[in-house]
């Protein structure tokens, strides 16, 4: 959870689990940090795999792989914060967007059998 809000921040070279439920939801969610500029940097996907024993909605995928897109600032992420945060707008368009957190990576795919590539956005999200 957010930094002094629900939980003190997570030391440098420290760890803390979640420890959670899942119930009745399947699919791809987006986590990130909310500590200062890790917020920009520190994110990934939550894969919730259909239960044990029940099928996907769709044919199952020979293989999956996750691509998040991201955005880049050529500044200080808490500049960027700060400035939207003064105007009460979201930041300003990216200077460029990522893909897993490198700048323009291609992924080689093939038209064979079925590939389930999930998309989920990422960036600086001030709420």
């Given at each position: ?8 921040p ?5 760890s803390?689990?979640y420890?959670?439920?899942i119930e009745?939801q ?7 940090a ?11 996907a ?11 909605p769709?044919?199952k995928?020979?293989?999956?792989t ?51 590539i ?10």
């Amino acid at each position: 959870g957010p930094e002094f809000v629900t939980q003190c921040p997570i030391r440098p070279g420290g760890s803390y689990t979640y420890r959670f439920t899942i119930e009745g939801q399947e699919g791809t969610l987006w986590w990130h940090a909310h500590s200062s500029w890790l917020r920009a940097t520190v994110y990934g996907a939550l894969i919730i795999r259909p239960r044990e024993g029940e099928s996907y909605p769709f044919p199952k995928p020979k293989r999956e792989t996750a691509i998040i897109l991201g955005e880049w600032w050529d500044a200080n992420p808490i500049d960027v914060v700060r400035q939207a945060t003064m105007t009460g707008a979201a930041p300003n368009n990216s200077d460029a967007y990522t893909i897993n957190g490198q700048p323009g990576d291609l992924y080689k795919c093939s038209s064979k059998g079925l590939l389930l590539i999930r998309f989920e956005s990422s960036g600086l999200i001030l709420y």
